[in-house]
């Protein structure tokens, strides 16, 4: 991992997000802060989706005790007992996880919690873990949260369909917003490695092979391995505890300093599919160094259309691209086609590949 290049910096004319040192890798930090009540915020989005995929949001209209009620539920449901905890489990995708993510052999230092955000689209089982097990006080603030939150996702999206210039503002909210819409919301939770959770590891757990060199003794866990969202786009929010990282586009690792006043935007494969690869979904991961003292818990929000949703790339930037001799670059599909093949791969996989026309 290395520094942004400074250069990179001056080109988009970005104060960069914050600073943070560490004795392996020094940087100046990461890309693109939006203030979304700026006039040039569309334009500003974009480019910032185009050059990483990935932004952070300020003045984002989210009041701090909504998204800190939360996490102090959060905290509280990760601190029950393991027994009381994996009631919830295992995750069908939904309900309470811990070290295994996903369906096909990855681990992290990680518990999580995945859950429906609309019209109820989980398994009985989740849906009476929510509603028993979850308790009202987390509900609450839950619901209070993702209402919150998804007002902030239609305006991103908003202001994404702005700045690319097409004229249905609302082209890519209506989207995720639609009354059947697949978005979810999940809870992960980084326990420091000092402490026994999310398991009682020894040297020989399959976690600790995922261990993250940084080439001067010290020793970070993969908390959650690299990928790209399937989705349009997640909204991530988290503690002031640091861990996620971005992949630059030519390939280098970033760390994000945290800030738990802020949200951060990663693009998904699927707005990557409707920009015709325009805008390209961001990899990213999350590491737990060795120095945490405290736990990391984020909450992401994924934006996500309904199943049966064709996905194809807008016919407006279609054809502005056709004029000049472009063509789709991937095959259509529907969102539950393509959930249903991401969930039959690894987390780093490359998912977008197999829908690519060649
Ligand atoms: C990554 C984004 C979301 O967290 C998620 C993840 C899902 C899971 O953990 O159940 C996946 C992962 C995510 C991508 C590939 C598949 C599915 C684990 C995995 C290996 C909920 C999602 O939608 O895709």
């Known amino acids: 991992m290395v520094g942004l290049p400074k250069s990179a910096l001056d080109h988009l004319g970005a104060s960069p997000i914050g600073t943070r040192k560490s004795p392996t890798n020094s940087f100046d930090g990461v890309p693109d802060v939006v203030d979304l009540s700026a ?61 295994m993510i996903g369906l096909n052999g990855d681990v992290g230092w990680v518990e999580f919690l995945l859950l429906p955000t609309d019209r109820g689209n989980a398994s009985e089982k989740a849906n009476s873990f929510f509603h028993g ?22 305006e991103v999206l908003e202001l994404i369909a702005e700045g690319l ?12 917003m639609d009354e059947r819409n697949d978005g979810c919301f999940r809870m992960n939770h980084y326990p420091p490695l000092k402490s026994k959770a999310p398991h009682e590891h020894s040297e020989s757990d399959t976690m600790l092979g995922s261990t993250m060199n940084t080439g001067d003794g010290r020793r970070n866990l993969v908390g959650f391995g690299e990928h790209t969202d399937p989705q349009i786009i997640s909204v991530l929010r988290s503690n002031d505890t640091a861990g996620l990282e971005i992949r630059l586009r030519d390939g280098r690792w970033v760390s994000v300093p945290s800030d738990q006043s802020s949200f951060f935007v990663c693009v998904g494969d ?45 016919p407006w930037l279609l054809k502005s691209e056709e004029e000049q001799g472009g063509k789709s670059m991937y095959k259509e599909f529907t ?3 393509y959930k249903d093949s991401a969930y039959k791969t690894n987390l780093s996989h490359d998912r977008l590949s197999l829908f690519e026309i060649s």
């Open 133 to 154: 097990c979850l308790g009202e006080s987390f509900r609450r603030a839950m619901e209070e949260y993702t209402a919150r939150v998804k007002e902030l996702t239609v």
């Open 39 to 99: 006039a040039d915020a569309c334009f500003r989005i974009v480019r910032a989706c185009e050059e990483y995929g990935f932004f952070k949001v300020v003045k984002h209209g989210v009041p701090p005790e909504v998204s800190a009620r939360l996490e102090e539920e959060a905290f509280g449901f990760f601190g029950l007992p393991q027994d009381v905890k994996e009631e919830g489990g295992p995750p069908d995708p939904f309900g309470y996880g811990t070290r």
């Open 165 to 176: 210039g097409i004229k249905e503002r609302d082209v890519l909210s209506s989207m995720a």
């Open 270 to 314: 699927t707005l990557q599919v409707l920009t015709n690869g325009r805008l390209r979904s961001v990899k990213h991961r999350v590491l737990v160094h060795d120095v945490n003292e405290r736990a990391r818990l984020s909450m992401i929000y994924f934006g996500s259309p309904a199943r049966d949703k064709k996905i194809s790339p807008l």
């Open 335 to 337: 969102w539950g086609e």
